[in-house]
């Protein structure tokens, strides 16, 4: 089992930026992908990023340009860097790991764009 743990979300305005983190820990012994997703009030949970363990990067066409995935694989950490943020992009923020098909979800993190 894989624990992870959300941080950074918070108010921010438009066009501001925001870098949330993802802990993880727990049984980890083998190369896995990290992601994160989000989940607006009303709407279906939604890929934002992924990265596997060889640095591949996938993003969803709404955050192309403006949101960048990291991670340090020696630390068990993930990031997401999100810049030119915008009121659509207000949601709770999950961070996601597959290892060996094993999928474990955070808690989330709320990321509010308001001005």
């Known amino acids: 089992q894989v624990q992870l743990v959300e941080s950074g979300g918070g108010l921010v305005q438009p066009g501001g930026s925001l870098r949330l983190s993802c802990a993880a820990s727990?049984?980890?012994?083998?190369?896995?992908?990290m992601g994160w997703y989000r989940q607006a009030p009303g709407k279906q949970r939604e890929l934002v990023a992924t990265i596997t363990s060889g640095g591949y990067t996938n993003y969803a066409d709404s955050v192309k340009g403006r949101f960048t995935i990291s991670r340090d694989i020696a630390k068990n950490m993930a990031y997401l860097q999100m810049n030119s943020l915008k009121p659509e992009d207000t949601a709770v923020y999950y961070c996601?790991?597959?290892?060996?098909?094993?999928?474990?979800w955070g808690q989330g993190t709320q990321v509010t764009v308001s001005s």
């Open positions: 996601n790991a597959d290892v060996s098909g094993l999928v474990s």
């Open positions: 727990g049984s980890i012994f083998s190369p896995y992908a």
